[in-house]
């Protein structure tokens, strides 16, 4: 690893924080006239005889090479299905409605995206959506798009309930609340907990939701809260790539802009390369990314659930993550049923 | 052997940095950190023991609103 990216990775924590939590507790202060349920009542409605597992969808690039939902849909899973907010848009439109969509960042604008945004045509152009290729589906034509996406979440809406970060934007969670999705909150930790002074301790003296560690991105709190709130013994991921395909340029990576502002010609030296023996493929990550890959190895030690990569591309294996085909994990689970 | 190592010459005193090259050398700190803080994640997060969920405890005080 390049001594420029292994420097930016031990700053990432750091960096994080200047990056986002002055936003994000501006943005739990504004979101206090919209709360009621929390994600403690999901926890309170379990039953013994529900589904024992979930599927996570994240939003990275295999979900468009994988299109994991075929298989989802053709094996008529009977688990849960969580969505991040990024990947909600490709469930609906594949014909999945999730039952829970989770959704953490604090930008202003962005994330009201996901689910439709219906001020897009009068707020300032940017690029973000065009020069990636989380979703390439919305970042063509892009206006008309999302006017369909803004009709396919109202259809939708009532049946999924949002798991919804304090840190988001009041944007989102209004589009959430117009769309008829019944809201359930959480405060994500942000720092020691059992300390008084904390910012978690702050936010939870303010609105009094209880808190989650949300692993720094979205995806890996929809992992979390599978297997903390709805207990889920076994958790799938899909589209958990954490990384960028072999042949995706850098301009079309989510930092590719900042990392060029900040170090010019070196900018190659910021990125990770990762081979991953399973796929026999080399994938490259930008420090975020990879940080949230190691947190998330480590997170899986302490985790009280079985987790199976079936995202089939990326960067996240090791142990105890069991990197399987999507379909070896339906097929595992009725071999179990038929035995039982 | 120090005796046999001794030189012709005062070696300088070493000089003390001075507070405003420290205060500069924090500004510039800051300055990059502030502007590296644009490669930073969705959001910050601490993970102590297996504690994954916080319920909140008898102990935290009340807020001024409830949510």
Redesign the interface.
């Known amino acids: 690893m390049q001594r420029l990216a292994s420097r930016l990775i031990s700053l990432m924590p750091r960096l994080t924080v200047i990056r986002s939590s002055a936003k994000a507790l501006e943005n739990a202060q504004h979101n206090l006239p919209y709360g009621s349920r929390t994600i403690l009542d999901l926890v309170n409605r379990l039953t013994p005889k529900g589904p024992k597992s979930a599927i996570v969808i994240a939003a990275g690039p295999s979900l468009h090479r994988k299109n994991p939902v075929r298989t989802i849909l053709k094996n008529r899973y009977q688990g849960e299905v969580i969505a991040v907010d990024g990947a909600l848009a490709y469930c609906l439109r594949n014909g999945l409605v999730p039952d829970y969509v989770v959704t953490l960042d604090p930008h202003p604008t962005r994330v009201c995206r996901w689910f439709g945004d219906p001020e897009l045509e009068s707020r300032p152009d940017d690029d973000y959506f065009r020069r990636q290729e989380m979703d390439p589906y919305l970042g063509i034509d892009e206006y008309a798009r999302n006017r369909e996406l803004i009709d396919l979440v109202n259809r939708h809406g009532p049946k999924i309930r949002a798991i919804i970060s304090t840190s988001v934007a009041p944007a989102v969670t209004r589009r959430c609340l117009e769309a008829g999705m019944q809201l359930y909150w959480w405060n994500p930790i942000f720092d020691d907990v059992e300390d008084p002074e904390s910012m978690t301790q702050r936010v939870y003296r303010l609105n009094k939701v209880p808190c989650m560690v949300s692993g720094g991105n979205v995806g890996s709190a929809a992992w979390i809260f599978a297997h903390q709130v709805l207990r889920k013994k076994e958790v799938a991921l899909v589209g958990m790539d954490l990384s960028y395909t072999p042949d995706t340029p850098i301009e079309k990576t989510q930092y590719s802009k900042e990392i060029r502002d900040l170090f010019g010609e070196r900018a190659t030296d910021a990125f990770i390369r990762v081979h991953n023996p399973y796929l026999k493929e080399t994938w490259y990550s930008d420090p975020a990314y990879y940080w949230y890959r190691q947190t998330f190895l480590q997170m899986a030690r302490e985790a009280d659930c079985v987790t199976f990569n079936c995202t089939e591309g990326g960067i996240l294996f090791g142990k105890p993550i069991r990197f399987v085909p999507l379909l070896e994990f339906f097929n595992k689970r009725n071999r179990k049923r038929k035995r039982s | 052997m120090s005796k046999f190592l001794k030189g012709n010459y005062d070696l300088p005193k070493r000089k003390k940095r001075s507070a405003t090259s420290k205060r500069k050398k924090n500004l510039t700190d800051k300055f990059e ?16 023991k ?7 405890d008898e ?9």
């Open positions: 950190e502030s502007a590296l803080a644009k490669l930073g994640g969705s959001l910050c997060f601490v993970m102590k297996k504690t994954f969920l916080w319920e909140g102990g935290a005080e009340t807020g001024e609103q409830t949510h």
